[in-house]
């Protein structure tokens, strides 16, 4: 699987955004799927995840206004960011990895596959 992540840009401060990541190849719905983030000089970080059968995780820091969806048609997952604060700057990352677990891992060891990235940044 091939990742490509879309959308990123700049956001005032309490805007929103929406993410988009599309997978090439086959397989794309038997795969769990996460967004990850990446600040400068920081680890990279479990923003939210999705398992194959469309159960949603959320990582701490964006609990409530993240929200990770999928569409198996479009072998796309989204991500839609709400009330954006400076702290969410960052470069999102999707990955991937072919699970039919009833859970998604929060490690990035845990993924196979990555897309490149896409800069978010978060006016003050």
């Known amino acids: 699987v091939q990742l490509q992540a879309f959308g990123g840009g700049l956001v005032q401060t309490g805007g929103s955004r929406k993410l988009s990541c599309i997978g090439s190849?086959?397989?794309?719905?038997?795969?769990?799927m996460a967004w990850f983030r990446q600040a400068p000089g920081r680890e990279r970080t479990f923003v939210a995840g999705?398992?194959?059968?469309?159960?949603?995780f959320d990582g701490i820091n964006t609990q409530g206004r993240f929200k990770v969806s999928r569409d198996n048609a479009e072998n796309t997952v989204y991500l839609q960011m709400e009330r954006m604060r400076p702290e969410d700057t960052a470069v999102y990352y999707c990955?991937?990895?072919?699970?039919?677990?009833?859970?998604?891992?929060?490690?990035?060891?845990?993924?196979?596959?990555w897309g490149q990235g896409t800069q978010v940044t978060v006016s003050s």
């Open positions: 999705i398992t194959w059968s469309g159960r949603t």
């Open positions: 190849g086959h397989g794309f719905s038997s795969h769990a």
């Open positions: 990955a991937a990895r072919a699970s039919f677990d009833s859970t998604v891992g929060t490690l990035p060891d845990w993924y196979v596959y």
